[in-house]
């Protein structure tokens, strides 16, 4: 590849306009984006002409086709992910998928062989692996300090959070609630730090008490007569290698913090809290606490769009998390099947 990664983007919503966009003109002249398409075309009109982009399209079969693309940039609704970003690897591009995969495993798996046959990078928008705090802790885990992990708890919950826009709360679309929007990121963060040991079983529930009834939203009014996702699940899912996970996820709860995302970890030479980040270890007969006066400062999102350019430029594929997107898929569809059965998933 040139020195330039020709980029066109898939779906002109909020992610791609808010997050995307200006993460990839930072990046200056390593960057061209050429294209942008959006099934509602007025809506990739106004994108294009926000951010000079020459090309504007209805559907992205026809950009793929039509365009000399590098990679893409797939931000649509969940339900697209898997067919965007495989027509996009079999145009032969690199992707860059927004979180989650995939609607469920099937479809993740798919994506993985699409980019496996295609010889082209597949990642995800896991963005807090490069938030500056998971980064420091990972250089922590790599020099063992912490040992064998054996056990996580992972909080995603808001008070009263659920996305006024969007199709955030249209379960056809999206495939879910807080589950597969807020909690995936921080399910995946535990994952990373833990070096994705492979499910085991999962044993989870799920609720919908408070998206279904008119209430104050600190994310704007929601569409609570047609609210179809669950508005919590919580849960814990054991690994082959003996640990565990206890995840609680929400976008609506009675609780006193108006946000809490959190990650835990505990293991045999230490435990670590992740934001904000502290260790907790036994050293010479002392309980200690590690807390870092200055760990350098970035952009989680920055962070993850140079990374994903850096690898196009480079032909980097061993930096694709496609496997562990399978692994992620399968762990989030076997917590809504364990919901649904009441009854634990074996996922071996």
Same mark, same amino acid.
Do not use: W
């Given at each position: 590849m040139s020195g330039r990664v020709r980029l066109g983007i898939i779906g002109a919503g909020a992610i791609a306009r808010d997050i995307h966009m200006p993460s990839f003109l930072k990046l200056? /002249?390593?960057?061209?984006?050429?294209?942008?398409?959006?099934?509602?075309?007025? #809506?990739?009109? /106004?994108?294009?002409?926000?951010?000079?982009?020459?090309?504007?399209? !209805?559907?992205?079969?026809? @950009? %793929? *086709?039509?365009?000399? $693309?590098?990679?893409?940039?797939?931000?649509? &609704?969940n339900k697209y992910h898997a067919s965007?970003?495989?027509?996009?690897?079999?145009?032969?591009?690199? =992707? %860059?998928?927004?979180? &989650? &995969?995939? @609607?469920?495993?099937? *479809?993740?798996?798919?994506?993985?062989?699409?980019?496996?046959?295609?010889?082209?990078?597949?990642?995800?928008?896991?963005?807090?692996?490069?938030a500056p705090e998971v980064t420091t802790l990972k250089r922590f885990i790599d020099a063992d300090e912490l040992g064998h992990i054996y056990a996580a708890r992972v909080h995603a919950n808001r008070r009263?959070?659920?996305?006024?826009w969007g199709v955030f709360t249209n379960k056809e679309l999206q495939g879910g609630g807080p589950l597969i929007d807020i909690g995936v990121h921080m399910l995946d963060t535990a994952l990373y730090l833990m070096g994705y040991p492979k499910p085991e079983t999962i044993f989870a529930v799920t609720y919908q008490e408070l998206g279904i009834k008119k209430g104050i939203g600190t994310f704007g009014d929601w569409d609570w007569k047609n609210f179809s996702v669950e508005d919590m699940a919580r849960g814990m899912m054991t690994f082959e290698n003996g640990a565990s996970l206890i995840?609680?996820?929400?976008?609506?709860?009675?609780?006193?913090?108006?946000?809490?995302?959190? =990650?835990?970890?505990?293991?045999?030479?230490?435990?670590a809290d992740v934001? &904000?980040?502290?260790?907790?270890?036994?050293?010479?007969?002392?309980?200690i606490d590690t807390t870092a006066s200055y760990i350098p400062p970035g952009d989680r999102y920055e962070l993850q769009i140079k990374h994903f350019v850096e690898n196009c $430029?480079? *032909? #980097?594929? !061993?930096?694709? #998390?496609?496997?562990?997107?399978? !692994?992620?898929?399968?762990i989030i569809?076997?917590?809504? *099947?364990?919901a649904e059965k009441k009854a634990p998933i074996y996922l071996r």
């Open positions: 200056g /002249n390593k960057v061209e984006i050429i294209a942008v398409t959006d099934i509602v075309k007025e #809506n990739a009109e /106004n994108f294009a002409a926000s951010f000079g982009i020459e090309n504007v399209y !209805q559907d992205f079969y026809d @950009m %793929l *086709e039509q365009m000399d $693309l590098d990679a893409v940039s797939v931000c649509t &609704p965007a970003t495989i027509a996009a690897l079999e145009a032969g591009c690199h =992707v %860059l998928c927004e979180k &989650p &995969p995939s @609607m469920n495993a099937e *479809e993740a798996k798919r994506m993985a062989d699409a980019a496996k046959k295609a010889g082209k990078l597949l990642t995800y928008g896991l963005c807090y692996r490069f009263r959070g659920i996305p006024g995840l609680e996820t929400s976008f609506a709860a009675n609780m006193e913090k108006h946000e809490e995302l959190s =990650v835990a970890l505990m293991g045999d030479k230490g435990g934001f &904000p980040l502290k260790i907790f270890q036994e050293k010479y007969e002392t309980l $430029l480079e *032909e #980097n594929l !061993q930096e694709s #998390n496609m496997n562990e997107g399978v !692994q992620l898929q399968s569809n076997g917590f809504y *099947e364990s």
